[in-house]
């Protein structure tokens, strides 16, 4: 099983599954960032390791960037890294409100 917190500091390449702007096809709400997953990797629920993109604004196939945080939820195993072209940062606040749109329903922190 892989770790989120293990990639802080790595650079990774995110296979986007949900693009900015896709609906989520069970819960309906749309994606207000890149979100997608590293493949080669299990995560804690059995699927692959998920990655949210910050700081592009466009919808992406697949994008290689730097881990800068994780978030992790408290109730489930399923860890979300937090990727970023390199150079940039964010801070834990900024973080929290990028990812509201999908976090705001499970308890979590972020790890850095």
């Keep these: 099983m892989d770790r989120g917190i293990d ?3 790595k650079t990774v390449t995110v296979k986007m599954d949900r693009p900015l702007g896709s609906k989520h096809p ?3 709400f749309y ?3 890149n979100y997608g997953y590293l493949p080669n990797t299990t995560s804690g629920d059995g699927e692959e ?3 949210y993109v910050l700081g592009e604004f466009e919808p ?3 994008f290689t960037g730097k881990v800068i945080a994780v978030v992790h939820r408290l109730e489930e195993e399923d860890d979300k890294l937090v990727v970023v ?3 940039k ?3 834990n606040e900024q973080i929290e409100a990028l990812v509201e749109f999908q976090e ?3 308890p979590h922190t972020i790890l850095r």
């Design 89 to 91: 940062n964010y801070s």
């Design 85 to 87: 072209k390199e150079g």
């Design 26 to 28: 069970k819960h309906g």
């Design 7 to 9: 990639y802080i500091g």
């Design 60 to 62: 992406l196939e697949t």
């Design 31 to 33: 994606y207000l960032v």
């Design 104 to 106: 705001f329903c499970h």
């Design 49 to 51: 390791l998920d990655a």
